[in-house]
């Protein structure tokens, strides 16, 4: 089989450990400087992944978006931005949400089974429905990202997508950034839920680097051998 792509995994969250709170309003847990972090960590990557969740509560383009950036892409032969992918259990998407509209690159939607007539009948006409089989694992997701070409994955969230990464042995990298406020509110999204994870007080990851930037502290851990120093 071919070998799966490299998985880091990008989540910024609250000293309490959430990453978002229980209102509609989308909660700014980063700042510029590190959003620009972010912009350039995914300008490295040929795959972008967010959970169907993340798409319908926060709408993101999942771009590019420095300019020269998106050129050094292009002139390296590649599409501005990388590829979107997205995983649904209902295959309740909006075609209208910007994971869709925003931007000319390929989106991919990986589905179980049972519903990929759903999911192409309401995204078909703007993405690439693939069935993931039943259920849609994270092995079926990164073995067809592989079969594609992509060599490098970043997936952003949410916290169910995170864990199941992270419980498969999937995650090579981890960036964690963690903003300096609390939520404190029980109601709200945590990073990971519940879950037998690889790395454990008897097996801990290795922290590869730690930086301030701004108010907020990024977190590199490597997950796997394949992570570099």
């Known amino acids: 089989m071919t070998t799966r792509p490299y998985v880091l995994l990008s989540c910024a969250m609250s000293i309490d450990g959430y990453i978002d709170d229980a209102t509609t309003e989308r909660l700014l847990l980063s700042n510029d400087d590190d959003?620009?972090?972010?912009?350039?960590?995914?300008?490295?990557?040929?795959?972008?992944?967010v959970g169907a969740a993340t798409v319908r509560r926060d709408d993101p383009r999942l771009l590019v978006r420095s300019e020269r950036r998106r050129a050094e892409r292009v002139a390296r032969g590649l599409p501005p931005s990388p590829v979107k992918v997205t995983v649904t259990g209902s295959g309740d998407l909006d075609p209208r949400a910007r994971f869709?509209?925003?931007g000319d690159g390929l989106k991919l939607v990986y589905c179980?089974?049972?519903?990929?007539?759903k999911a192409r009948e309401q995204v078909g006409a703007?993405?690439?429905v693939v069935d993931a089989g039943d259920p849609a694992t994270p092995e079926a997701v990164v073995a067809d990202l592989a079969g594609r070409g992509v060599a490098r994955l970043m997936v952003e969230g949410g916290g169910s997508?995170?864990?199941?990464?992270l419980t498969a042995g999937l995650a090579d990298e981890l960036h964690l950034v963690v903003a300096p406020?609390?939520?404190?509110?029980?109601?709200?999204p945590r990073f990971v839920g519940d879950g037998r994870f690889p790395w454990h007080p008897g097996r801990r990851a290795r922290v590869v680097e730690v930086r301030q930037i701004g108010d907020v502290v990024l977190t590199r851990y490597a997950l796997s051998d394949r992570c570099p120093a």
């Not at 179980?112 to 007539?117: I, Q, Y």
């Not at 997508?161 to 990464?165: A, G, I, L, S, T």
Request: glycine content about 10%; overall charge negative.
């Open 100 to 102: 869709f509209t925003a």
């Open 161 to 165: 997508v995170h864990r199941q990464f």
């Open 35 to 49: 959003l620009d972090r972010v912009d350039a960590t995914r300008a490295g990557c040929d795959a972008i992944m």
């Open 112 to 117: 179980p089974s049972g519903v990929v007539d």
């Open 181 to 188: 406020f609390f939520v404190g509110d029980g109601r709200a």
């Open 126 to 128: 703007v993405s690439t």
